[in-house]
């Protein structure tokens, strides 16, 4: 899929997130070039290593940038190919399909355990978005101490820490319907404490995060 030309604001929005990486270089639009039946999604680090065992040239580290449902826009840790004339390419399939990635160079943080989780901006003026990202930045930090991938599609979690699972992704959950529902005003907050969720969880939502982590704080993994 042909990458429509990004808006004057979309421009501003990843120039912004760069500032929030503190990123030293510019966002750049880099060529998805796959390869075929070697590419896999999700796995850019083997697949640089795959297309340098073909190619040479190196690896180069940096962030892909994505716009997620037009209310946020993330960086990911990502790694590209960089030939030997300089000239960046990605070889791992697009999430979205895309044949060009935004991609801020990073070669600086190498990260080679991925155990960086993605960097979340609003880019709308609803402040439960901003009540969205604090619960996905909580399943990423969930997903780092307790939770530890089998393969592709599998990622096994430390015994008793389920519940805690269970209860952050609920809070997204019901917090994205919330975003999508615009009645968030009316509506009986996720807990079940019988107060609407604007006069209950949302007040509190970091502190409510933070109190379920710290139950499950004994339960490290590594
Ligand atoms: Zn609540």
Redo the contacts with the bound molecule.
């Keep these: 899929m042909v990458r429509k030309t990004l808006t004057p604001l979309e421009k501003r929005q990843i120039e912004k997130i760069g500032i929030k990486l503190n990123a030293e270089f510019a966002y750049e639009i880099i060529p998805v070039q796959i390869l075929e039946g070697i590419s896999r999604e999700q796995q850019c680090y083997a697949n640089v290593a795959e297309k340098i065992k073909l190619d040479n040239g190196t690896i180069h580290y940096g962030w892909s940038v994505h716009f997620n449902q037009g209310l946020i826009i993330e960086a990911e840790r990502h790694a590209v190919w960089e030939d030997e004339n300089g000239d960046l390419v990605c070889v791992t399939p697009h999430p979205a399909g895309y044949d060009t990635v935004i991609f801020i160079s990073d070669n600086t943080q190498v990260d080679p355990n991925w155990d960086t989780d993605n960097v979340r901006l609003n880019i709308t003026a609803n402040p439960l978005v901003n009540d969205w990202i604090t619960a996905l930045n909580a399943i990423g930090e969930f997903n780092r101490r307790f939770s530890t991938r089998i393969d592709d599609d599998i990622l096994a979690v430390a015994a008793g820490t389920e519940q805690a699972e269970n209860a952050l992704h609920q809070e997204a959950a019901f917090i994205y319907g919330l975003i999508l529902g615009k009645r968030a005003e009316r509506s009986d907050?996720?807990?079940g404490?019988s107060?609407k969720?604007m006069q209950?969880?949302h007040k509190n939502l970091s502190k409510r995060i933070e109190e379920i982590m710290a139950g499950i704080a004994h339960l490290t993994l590594r």
Excluded: D, E, M
Aim: hydrophobic letters at 10%; proline letters at 0%; a positive charge.
């Design positions: 907050c996720f807990c404490s107060r969720y209950c969880h």
